[in-house]
């Protein structure tokens, strides 16, 4: 046994000698000397004495007692006191420190080695106790995690982590073997050197891999302990020894699964000799109750399963009676309820657990009870006939009877004897006895409408005085009437009334106008929207109001709403039945007053039907004019291009002052009031954009909303919020209209089940906003035009792509990806800037912001001609089928220094740039030329000359752009007609961007 190591902790180095030469004398080894108590602790952490002995006046930041009260707490090392000094208040203080011994200097070596011998044994006890005591809380733990985890992969993490932290083991893992390979791999561990396990795998046969505790445990079923884990003293394969990772003692347990070995638990300590007797047979007990929890689960789990099972056979015969249309019901053999189908409650009115239990006589009138009780016994006791067919009547939950046809069969008990009960069925045959009544009012019914069918342009007097005769004919009633409903749906107008009750009634001055609100009964079948049946009018009803003076007597009376789609249009009521009505009554009044109305619809639609071939017509001529107007514009275009252009040419050749300036300001005016008088032309036919005028949003909003109203349908709400004093803008009112569609159709196709649209106006000045406006920057006042609207909205990705054009969410065919695009490129050619909002499921709305405009501005002054911009030397192909404005265009750009290859047409440009050898800087084209189109030749010489820039040109309107492909962010376009000036900083500007080509 090697002798106990001591630490000495003195101030005094010839008190540190003498104790350390006594110290050897008496057998024991002192490992070192301290002369401070920070070198205390330092000496301690390093050299893990067995026991220090510890001078309370010490030099430095803290003295004996301080020392030794940090060694207590942080390094669990028994310390006892060398002093000379004994008052009471030092010796009260040392106590605080719980030291193992106090010996007052000076001592005799018999009296030191009483103290040292004491304190160790005491302190091996101790230590003892508690690893015992945390031992058994571990076995304690590992009982209750065993009754409270219910899965092998929560039970073994959960032990793993309880054996560190309750146990006083450094690692505890678990390894898992598998069957079929006959390897162990880690299922769980917890601890520190954790990485002792990564890619660690043992296995159960003799060969390397085969050693170790874990291997040898599970290939013997024993438990397995190595208390001394150096390198060459480990059963471990050498790669895999605890002790090359600072580990002395290791044990292993078999951990079995219905009583085969499943695999081991493998504890490893730093510590030394851990693993003794008795820590040995707690262990044994715990790797038990851990075999104990595996079985337990899977029994749980068997268990578990087979409930589940019976659980979704259960459900499954349930769902299958559900599944039935008919009623189900089923009996014990004491003839009460156990269960039911969904429509067996619905029939009742109460739930099936509520039904549970009775028997017949709790839940019908005995008069039925009696009947079906008898018949369920004479079942029960001739099992012999296990099933059973007859009719009856059954009363339903809401007290209505119905003819029934039941069937009843006989089910096992538990010991397969039959009659353990009844499971019944039953068949509603209520319609099939009024078959013969319902057939006979058919018939009739169908008679009055083909002669209402023959009745094809009479009078809306006829029609309906018709209609009402036969419908109290149908229901058997004396008295009849017919009112109109207002689209409102709020006033009742009288048009029609039965001979009869006309002849009755004593009412001198009878109303035609009805608000509903002042209605009784008869108002109810608008207000519940559903016929309604009153078969005691004497009695007390909800909203009853009586009838004046005169009024026909009432005995019975019903009245029938006629809808059309979602709307009511008319109501007809009859009274004074003999017997009562029904729903029978109410179909033949209904169906009846239907087709009169389809009459009626029909009527008034071949009215409607010659006005709109009229429009039509109209349409027609409308859009021959338009296409007519397109088609003048675009060769204006050609013709105002090279008007101005010459006019330009000559006014720049002409001396300042001389008199012909001004005849060429003329005609140039004169070119400009044409050009203007082509964007009419244009915007006439819905092909080019008006000039901007003063405009009052508020007013266009207003004008708008009742075609808006059309275009989003009736499913969609359309809430306006104009404010009042809205400042002006300067901007294209058919724009903004256009705007303003686009942004509704987009709304209503997000909407397609109906919701709410909203358009808001607004003044904001964006001087006083904040600097974190969604939006770009504006200077000044503007006027917001907001559409709000609560469809499915927008994901991020699809809000940060929607004003690209073709661009577009909807189907194939639905859409063309342009209206938003179109929205913005208007707001932004118009000084405004729009933003949106959108999440999904919570709607979308679109801001826009315009300048906010000043009245009475000044009168535009007459333009002038404007200096070319500067020379250039560039190489450009120029391809236009106009020979006039081929020439003007090759002129005004040699005038500024160019070199010009001219063409004809696509053929022809492909051609020139084939004979041409140098290099082409800007191929400028006509879009719609013969032969190959302008974006046809752009794409084949872009593949010939890559570096080449395109400009495109057209007198076409933006829809024949689209047509050809040219709606693109990086395509260059310049509009017919244009000045010479915006030809040549067109020219310039594409030459200059280096991001094209």
């Keep these: 046994m090697s002798p106990n190591r001591i630490l000495i902790v003195e101030d005094e180095g010839i008190v540190a000698i003498d104790i350390e030469s006594r110290l050897a004398a008496m057998g024991y080894v002192a490992v070192g000397h301290a002369g401070n108590g920070d070198e205390a602790l330092e000496l301690t952490a390093r050299l893990r004495p067995?026991?220090?002995?510890?001078?309370i006046r010490l030099q430095g930041n803290m003295d004996g007692i301080e020392a030794a009260d940090e060694i207590r707490r942080r390094f669990h090392v028994p310390v006892i006191f060398l002093t000379a000094y004994s008052e009471r208040a030092t010796v009260e203080r040392a106590k605080l420190a719980e030291p193992f011994g106090f010996i007052l200097k000076p001592f005799q070596d018999r009296e030191l080695q009483s103290a040292i011998e004491i304190a160790i044994y005491k302190h091996k006890a101790e230590k003892e106790i508690r690893r015992m005591n945390r031992l058994y809380d571990v076995l304690s733990q590992v009982n209750q995690t065993v009754v409270r985890i219910r899965s092998r992969e929560e039970l073994l993490p959960t032990i793993c982590r309880l054996m560190v932290e309750r146990g006083s083991v450094d690692l505890a893992w678990i390894g898992w073997l598998d069957p079929h390979t006959g390897r162990i791999s880690p299922a769980a561990h917890f601890g520190n050197l954790g990485e002792m396990l990564r890619d660690t795998d043992f296995s159960t046969d003799d060969g390397p891999e085969g050693q170790g505790n874990p291997a040898k445990v599970v290939r013997e079923g024993e438990p397995f302990v190595c208390n001394e884990c150096g390198i060459n003293g480990c059963p471990y394969p050498p790669a895999k020894t605890p002790g090359r990772f600072g580990f002395q003692s290791c044990s292993s347990f078999p951990l079995r699964f219905q009583g085969v070995v499943c695999g081991a638990l493998s504890l490893c300590v730093a510590e030394p000799g851990f693993f003794r007797e008795k820590e040995m047979t707690l262990l044994k007990e715990v790797a038990l109750d851990i075999s104990f929890a595996l079985d337990k689960i899977e029994s749980d789990n068997q268990s578990e399963r087979l409930n589940e099972e019976l659980q979704r056979r259960s459900r499954f015969l349930q769902t299958l009676m559900d599944a039935m249309p008919y009623p189900v019901f089923y009996k014990d053999a004491q003839l009460r309820y156990l269960g039911c189908n969904t429509a067996f409650e619905k029939f009742i009115g109460i739930t099936r657990d509520n039904l549970m239990g009775k028997t017949v006589f709790e839940m019908w009138p005995p008069d039925l009870a009696d009947v079906h009780d008898r018949a369920d016994r004479d079942m029960l006791a001739n099992t012999d006939s296990k099933t059973q067919i007859y009719e009856g009547i059954m009363q339903a939950g809401n007290g209505i009877r119905y003819d029934m046809v039941f069937h009843k069969a006989l089910f096992e008990s538990v010991d397969g004897a039959m009659g353990g009960g009844i499971i019944g069925a039953m068949v509603d045959i209520t319609e099939r006895k009024r078959t013969e009544e319902s057939l006979r009012l058919n018939e009739s019914r169908l008679e009055a409408l083909l002669k209402l069918n023959q009745m094809a342009g009479a009078s809306l007097h006829d029609i309906t005085e018709f209609a009402l005769e036969e419908g109290i004919r149908l229901t058997g009633s004396t008295i009849g009437y017919l009112a109109f409903l207002n689209e409102d749906e709020d006033v009742l107008t009288m048009y029609a009334w039965s001979k009869n009750a006309m002849e009755e009634c004593r009412i001198s001055e009878k109303p035609l106008r009805y608000p509903l609100a002042t209605t009784g009964l008869w108002g109810e079948a608008v207000r519940q929207r559903k016929a309604i049946i009153t078969n005691d009018y004497s009695a007390l009803q909800e909203g009853k109001k009586g009838y004046p003076e005169g009024?026909?007597?009432?005995?019975?009376?019903?009245?029938?709403?006629?809808?059309?789609?979602?709307?009511?249009?008319?109501?007809?009521?009859?009274?004074?039945?003999?017997?009562?009505?029904?729903?029978?009554?109410v179909r033949q009044l209904t169906l009846l007053m239907e087709g009169m109305w389809r009459l009626v619809e029909r009527n008034r639609g071949e009215e409607e039907r010659k006005k709109l071939q009229d429009q039509?017509?109209?349409?027609?001529?409308?859009?021959?004019?338009?296409?007519?107007?397109?088609?003048?514009?675009?060769?204006?275009?050609?013709?105002?291009?090279?008007?101005?252009g010459y006019c330009t040419i000559i006014q720049m050749r002409i001396p300042t002052g001389d008199p012909l300036r001004a005849m060429l300001d003329e005609v140039r005016l004169a070119g400009e009031r044409a050009a203007a008088l082509t964007r009419q032309l244009l915007a006439f036919s819905r092909k080019q954009i008006l000039a901007p005028v003063t405009l009052d949003l508020n007013s266009l909003v207003a004008d708008l909303?009742?075609?808006?109203?059309?275009?989003?349908?009736?499913?969609?709400t359309l809430s306006t919020v104009l404010r009042p004093g809205l400042w002006p803008v300067t901007a294209d009112p058919g724009q903004i209209e256009q705007v303003i569609m686009n942004l509704a159709v987009n709304a209503r196709d997000a909407m397609p089940t109906g919701g709410m649209l909203t358009i808001e106006t607004g003044n904001v000045d964006f001087d006083?906003?904040?600097?974190?406006?969604?939006?770009?920057?504006?200077?000044?006042?503007?006027?917001?035009?907001?559409?709000t609207d609560?469809?499915?909205?927008m994901d991020e990705p699809t809000r940060t792509r929607i004003f690209e054009p073709f661009f577009t969410t909807k189907e194939p065919g639905k859409g063309t990806g342009l209206g938003l695009a179109t929205v913005y490129g208007i707001i932004k050619q118009s000084g405004g800037s729009i933003a949106v909002s959108s999440e999904p499921a919570r709607g979308t709305t679109f801001k826009i912001f315009l300048p906010a405009t000043r009245t009475g501005g000044e009168d535009a002054a007459v333009p002038q001609a404007q200096a070319l911009p500067a020379f250039g030397n560039e190489t450009i192909l120029l391809v236009e089928d106009e020979n006039t404005l081929r020439d003007l265009v090759r002129t005004l750009l040699e005038a500024q220094g160019y070199t010009v290859l001219e063409a004809q047409d696509g053929d022809n440009a492909l051609a020139v740039s084939g004979r041409y050898g140098g290099s082409i800087h800007l191929l400028m084209t006509d879009v719609v030329m013969p032969g190959i189109s302008g974006r046809e030749l752009a794409e084949r010489l872009k593949t010939l000359r890559p570096s080449m820039k395109v400009?495109?040109?057209?007198?076409?309107?933006?829809?024949?752009?689209?047509?050809?492909?040219?709606?693109?962010?990086?395509?260059?376009?310049?509009?017919?007609?244009?000045?010479?000036?915006?030809?040549a900083l067109k020219v310039r500007e594409v030459l200059d961007d280096d991001t094209l080509g």
Excluded: W
């Design 50 to 55: 067995d026991l220090v002995l510890m001078d």
């Design 616 to 644: 039509l017509l109209q349409s027609q001529k409308m859009e021959c004019i338009g296409q007519l107007a397109g088609g003048v514009a675009h060769d204006f275009n050609n013709l105002l291009t090279v008007i101005e």
């Design 951 to 983: 400009l495109f040109m057209s007198g076409y309107t933006d829809d024949a752009v689209v047509r050809h492909g040219l709606l693109t962010a990086r395509v260059q376009f310049l509009p017919k007609p244009f000045s010479p000036a915006m030809l």
């Design 790 to 793: 609560t469809g499915y909205g």
């Design 705 to 716: 909303r009742k075609m808006l109203g059309r275009l989003i349908g009736e499913d969609i």
């Design 768 to 787: 006083t906003r904040d600097a974190g406006s969604p939006i770009e920057p504006l200077a000044g006042p503007c006027v917001m035009l907001a559409v």
């Design 551 to 585: 009024h026909v007597a009432l005995l019975r009376h019903m009245n029938v709403p006629v809808f059309d789609r979602d709307k009511i249009v008319l109501v007809a009521g009859v009274g004074n039945k003999s017997t009562n009505y029904d729903e029978s009554d």
